[in-house]
């Protein structure tokens, strides 16, 4: 048991940490209030006592309190202070700054003051001060506290120094951003200055992984779930789908004999596509490719060709799946960001080749073509005899709904609809053809740094896309309605931030559900067995 004098040592306030202690964080969105810094702003008020006194009789809680002094002391706390030097504030001083910045911002847009309030006769005109805009910068160059026009160096009056006006903590915005509080800032601006900075960031912390002698291949992996900025997404992509090594000296001499063994693949195997053998399968890809999106890049002549070239020489090199209707749409999103490594479009939607050297769009074919064979080897059974790998991805997306979300998975039982009937082009596609382009890129952003990205978290993509409609789907009570919906999802407005929610929920729910996949079959199992005993 402690003694008295160690439990008074305990509340008594001091300068190291206290358990439960409020400390100061600098650097946050709301700068602290330093009372060392700014004691002068403070009221002259005499300090509580921190060692708490002892009581003679303690025979209450009210009396216990007040004669105890504890971490959270009365008369210390940031709050009060500002409270106190609110309450000092004059207020003529505070309309008077407000109008002079208004004066000030309106001068410089050449647009009329405002009108100057009318002040009684009687009452002191408030001191004279300069402008907001040129107001000096806190001590130590410390621009977190901004001082107001009613901390003068102008003296004050005899006798008032009791009555000293204080400092007036500024906004919760940067010091930067100040000034737009006349007008000339608004929350959108703050908002995208934020994001690019935001982003420029992340570019940073990229290309310093990028630059090292040896990539961090989990590190990158780390850094790209939350997506890859379009100057580095190229290399990343390459390093993330196992195309170059990590080592930056092996790399060129990879990329040379990989684009090598491509351009041989072409003179030994597509002077073949007319030959009986497999001029079935040539006549289904120049079938299947104007059919593909976007269509700006696919009528095209030169990608036309080059996709062509690449599905059939893999189609040649993979007999056991051949060519299946699909896999088409899986050329674009790697030749579109390796393309745009050349080109200056911001648009996905709009690439045009037309002023690529025709050298950089064959080895940007030839990457292409590594980089989609790289992720076709994880997802081969899609594609083989009747597509096993799709018929049981479709199976387990069923089961996955009608665990997360018994109310959607009844109603499409209700109406008779099939997941087979609209999933199956998810899977095959890989949400190719429900998103936008821009969309499919973030989206395999994600997956490439995913652990089976391709085969097993797409999944939960889907299951995450599906249960997105909920309220759309509900609303529905027609079979062929709800499919024609299910079929052509309202998406072409999504961007960035819509699939890094869906991503959000896909990767909660592979959390729940990944590692117990029965748990919630078992748990509704033991309830019925329990409602049956009951029963009995």
Request: with cysteine; net charge negative; aromatic share 8%.
């Amino acid at each position: 048991m402690a003694s008295d004098g160690a439990r008074k040592q305990f509340w008594k306030r001091s300068t190291s940490k206290v358990p439960g202690s409020i400390q100061h964080v600098y650097g946050a969105q709301h700068p602290p209030f330093d009372p060392l810094l700014h004691g002068t702003l403070l009221k002259s008020t005499p300090k509580v006592p921190t060692t708490p006194v002892k009581a003679k009789r303690v025979s209450t809680f009210q009396e216990f309190e007040s004669n105890t002094s504890d971490a959270w002391d009365a008369g210390e706390d940031d709050d009060e202070l500002l409270a106190m030097a609110a309450e000092s504030l004059n207020t003529e001083v505070v309309m008077e700054t407000a109008h002079r910045v208004l004066r000030n911002h309106s001068q410089r847009q050449g647009q009329p003051a405002p009108p100057e309030p009318l002040v009684h006769e009687q009452e002191p005109k408030p001191v004279a001060g300069p402008p907001a805009a040129e107001l000096p910068a806190a001590p130590g160059g410390d621009l977190r506290l901004v001082k107001s026009v009613s901390e003068s160096h102008t003296p004050c009056p005899a006798g008032s120094a009791s009555d000293a006006v204080p400092l007036q903590r500024s906004q919760s915005l940067p010091h930067s951003a100040t000034v737009g509080l006349g007008g000339t800032a608004d929350v959108s601006t703050l908002g995208s200055s934020a994001r690019s900075n935001r982003e420029a960031s992340r570019l940073d912390k990229f290309k310093q992984l990028l630059a090292g002698p040896n990539t961090d291949l989990e590190e990158l992996r780390k850094l790209s779930w939350s997506g890859i900025p379009k100057p580095v997404r190229p290399i990343t992509w390459k390093l993330l789908s196992g195309y170059l090594p990590a080592n930056v000296d092996r790399r060129p001499a990879t990329l040379k004999r990989k684009q090598k063994e491509y351009f041989a693949f072409i003179e030994h195997y597509y002077d073949s596509r007319n030959d009986e053998a497999h001029q079935d399968t040539y006549r289904q890809i120049h079938i299947d490719i104007p059919r593909m999106s976007p269509e700006t890049l696919i009528l095209q002549p030169k990608v036309t060709e080059i996709f062509e070239r690449i599905l059939f020489i893999w189609a040649i090199r993979h007999p056991a799946s051949g060519y299946v209707q699909g896999i088409n749409d899986l050329v674009t999103p790697f030749f579109v960001v390796f393309i745009c490594e050349h080109i200056e479009e911001e648009d996905v939607d709009r690439v045009d080749v037309a002023g690529v050297p025709a050298e950089v769009l064959r080895n940007i074919e030839a990457d292409t073509y590594w980089c989609m064979s790289k992720l076709l080897d994880g997802i081969q059974d899609n594609y083989t005899f009747a597509q096993p790998g799709i018929q049981l991805k479709v199976k387990m997306l069923e089961e996955l709904v009608s665990r997360i979300d018994e109310q959607v998975h009844g109603h499409l039982e209700r109406h008779e609809v099939r997941y087979l009937q609209f999933a199956f082009r998810w899977m095959n596609n890989l949400l190719m053809r429900e998103v936008p382009l821009r969309c499919a890129i973030r989206l395999w952003d994600t997956y490439q740094s995913e652990p089976e990205g391709f085969s097993h978290f797409h999944l939960y993509v889907c299951a995450a896309f599906l249960v997105r409609w909920r309220k759309e789907i509900l609303e529905e009570r027609d079979f062929q309605e709800l499919l024609l919906f299910l079929q052509s999802l309202p998406t072409a407005h999504w961007n960035d931030e819509d699939m890094s929610l869906l991503l959000a929920e896909a990767y909660r729910l592979k959390f729940a559900f990944a590692d117990a996949p029965n748990h919630y079959k078992k748990f509704k199992t033991k309830l019925s067995d329990q409602v049956r005993h009951r029963r009995k």
